[in-house]
């Protein structure tokens, strides 16, 4: 994940930093075992590092967005790249969420390829205790609820396949609530600057903004609404992204969007995307953090 981040020098300064507030090292956990690292307490943190380091070198080539967005938790790397709060703000949000999340117990999540989505929506809307939390594409959804209740929707709906999550908690979903709570009132505490840029947020797709309060409330509203992913895809060419560059590892978040909507696609995942062709990156459209 770290890759060759930690050669610069705001890579090693950032580094530092988080070490300090973490209290353990973002490039040992990045280097060690894939387990430890895959524990929602390690990989949020490192991935809001990781994606930050590489805004930040991006902005220092002149390179700014034009809107931005984040699945998950890259929505706090997009709001960091749009100046919303610094980095050691968006790092305390970060420990703070993941530990919250990481806690969280008696929950099942589920990603969905390729299913009947009326079949899908419909079995959900009569199933208590289970929603859709990731709508990721028309043809892959993340389902999360209460293992029983997760189990009856797989039990009737007919998917071409299916893969648990392991995770303890039901993330992004109402059973998310008292975590919702808690990191409310951390949220309250924290300054949101207004954005530079227009963010779409995970819960209203429709409505980007670049209102900090407004931005704030919609953090809290993520832990327990769905991200809804599929909408914001279907959003860019409505508001003129002509390019999108996906920043942080993995290709996850283009590969979606090549599916969805013929829009410029790019990756930055580390310092040498960045250097052997800093002439040509464009921000015409939405820098995003990954999730």
């Given at each position: ?7 610069s ?30 524990r ?18 991006l ?71 289970v ?96 991200v ?9 060419p ?22 969805t ?12 995307d ?18």
């Amino acid at each position: 994940m770290i890759g060759d981040l930690a050669e610069s020098a705001l890579g090693q300064e950032r580094l530092e930093i988080a070490e300090r507030i973490l209290g353990w090292s973002v490039l040992e956990k990045c280097q060690g075992d894939e387990e430890t690292l895959s524990r929602t307490l390690y990989t949020q943190p490192c991935l809001f590092v990781v994606e930050s380091i590489l805004a930040d070198l991006l902005q220092e080539k002149g390179h700014f967005p034009d809107l931005v967005a984040g699945h998950s938790l890259g929505e706090y790397s997009a709001l960091y790249a749009a100046r919303v709060f610094n980095f050691e703000t968006g790092l305390n949000l970060v420990q703070n969420r993941s530990r919250l999340m990481d806690a969280a117990e008696g929950g099942k999540m589920a990603a969905l390829m390729k299913f009947d989505r009326t079949s899908l929506e419909t079995v959900i809307n009569q199933t208590e205790n289970v929603v859709i939390a990731n709508d990721n594409s028309a043809e892959q959804v993340v389902i999360s609820g209460t293992p029983e209740a997760v189990d009856l929707v797989l039990g009737q709906v007919k998917v071409k396949r299916v893969m648990p999550l392991k995770v303890s908690g039901a993330f992004h979903s109402p059973l998310m609530e008292n975590a919702a709570i808690q990191f409310q009132q951390i949220l309250e505490l924290v300054n949101f600057r207004s954005a530079k840029v227009p963010v779409i947020s995970n819960v209203d797709p429709s409505n980007p903004t670049q209102d900090g309060e407004e931005l704030k409330k919609y953090l809290i509203w993520q832990m327990t609404s769905s991200v809804r992913w599929r909408e914001i895809m279907l959003k860019l060419p409505d508001v003129g992204v002509e390019k999108v560059i996906e920043v942080g590892p993995g290709k996850v978040l283009t590969g979606l969007i090549k599916r969805t909507a013929p829009i410029e696609l790019e990756n930055i995942s580390q310092l040498a995307d960045i250097s052997k062709g800093s002439e040509d990156v464009k921000l015409q459209g939405s820098l995003i953090g990954v999730g």
